[in-house]
């Protein structure tokens, strides 16, 4: 069955350190790829999407993330992060063959002021 | 446009009752999705239904059913309650089916069954 699997359920960081958040996806074929995230007592918005085209993709708020096909990962970055990036992030995938989007269980992200 | 919005905002259930939630999706998309969102187990797709029809579901027992009107309102219901069932509840409204486009998350329903 395809996942999606991300690698830290918490992390935490002090202000201006750099994020790299993991994300490993099993499907082998077209997949779609996003990184939602939930801040404190909001709604899951969307940060970024890949869907074809530049691996490289940028998102809202200094948030980028690279498809690399080869490792099946789509990792989340963030050059110098800030107090108000404390959050939830969520990777999902979508595989064309059964058009269900698959989330990944998340990563609790605290940053320290 | 006004956001995707989630009715109750929060419930108590007892085992062995049953419940309806409620989801209206943004004005123009016909696509919502159903998800249970639990702290250890994430996001879980219960399913998608895209002009009134169902187009694809999760892995969830049967007790899990929904349904979507023809103004793409959707309901979702689960029968003979179990405590593990407690969640919180996330719809998810697009423009598209299937997962090809972004999805806009309403605030949820958490549901707490004793």
């Known amino acids: 069955a395809q996942s999606v699997s991300q690698h830290n359920h918490h992390v935490i960081l002090s202000e201006a350190a750099s994020l790299e958040l993991g994300c490993n996806y099993s499907y082998g074929g077209t997949v779609n790829l996003f990184w939602y995230v939930q801040y404190p007592g909001q709604h899951l918005q969307l940060l970024l999407k890949y869907f074809s085209g530049d691996p490289l993709v940028k998102g809202i708020k200094g948030f980028e993330a690279e498809f690399i096909k080869s490792k099946f990962s789509f990792n989340l970055r963030k050059p110098s992060v800030q107090w108000s990036d404390t959050a939830e992030y969520f990777c999902a995938g979508r595989d064309y063959r059964d058009d269900k989007i698959i989330f990944g269980k998340g990563t609790r992200l605290h940053i320290l002021p | 446009k006004a956001g995707v919005t989630q009715t109750p905002r929060y419930l108590i259930k007892t085992r062995g009752q049953q419940v309806t939630l409620s989801c209206s999706p943004i004005?123009?998309?016909?696509?919502v999705s159903w998800y249970q969102q639990t702290p250890g187990q994430g996001l879980q797709f219960l399913f998608e239904y895209f002009s009134e029809t169902q187009r694809n579901k999760g892995n969830f027992p049967g007790r899990f059913s929904g349904r979507q009107f023809s103004n793409s309102r959707s309901e979702m219901n689960v029968s003979t309650l179990e405590l593990g069932d407690s969640a919180l509840y996330l719809c998810?409204?697009?423009?598209?089916?299937?997962?090809?486009?972004?999805?806009?998350f309403g605030p949820g329903t958490r549901l707490t069954v004793t």
């Open positions: 998810a409204s697009s423009s598209s089916s299937g997962g090809s486009d972004e999805q806009y």
């Open positions: 004005s123009g998309h016909r696509s």
